[in-house]
């Protein structure tokens, strides 16, 4: 019932910005957090940032400072501003929501998204 779609993934040469965007769709009563992870090749998948149910929005110590993300409780978005790229930023970069209150569910559920490549060139 509740699907997540990002957008805005692209190849950008390092020192270069972009921005990426998740949009929820469906029926859903509320989300909690919503935020970023990501998966390098050959590595597992990370967290990148995250804004809480109350705002308070957190980050990894390796994107601090250059990353932002931006959630928009009317719209059901949070987007993802990425600074001074560097080629480690490279991977796919997926959209999560927790906390997810849907109808016909029992319980809350993490609602992932299929993500979106990254490509950062040295």
């Known amino acids: 019932q509740v699907q997540l779609v990002e957008s805005g993934g692209d190849l950008v040469q390092a020192g270069g910005s972009l921005r990426l965007s998740c949009a929820a769709s469906g029926r859903f009563f509320s989300i909690d957090d919503m935020g970023w992870y990501r998966q390098a090749p050959g590595k597992e998948r990370e967290f990148v940032g995250m804004?809480?149910?109350?705002?308070?929005?957190t980050y990894s110590d390796s994107v601090k400072g250059r990353f932002t993300v931006s959630r928009d409780k009317t719209r059901n978005t949070v987007d993802l501003q990425m600074n001074s790229l560097k080629p480690e930023d490279t991977g796919v970069y997926y959209c999560r929501a927790d906390g997810v209150n849907a109808p016909g569910r029992i319980y809350p559920e993490t609602v992932w998204g299929r993500g979106t490549q990254v490509t950062v060139s040295s």
């Open positions: 804004d809480s149910n109350y705002g308070t929005v």
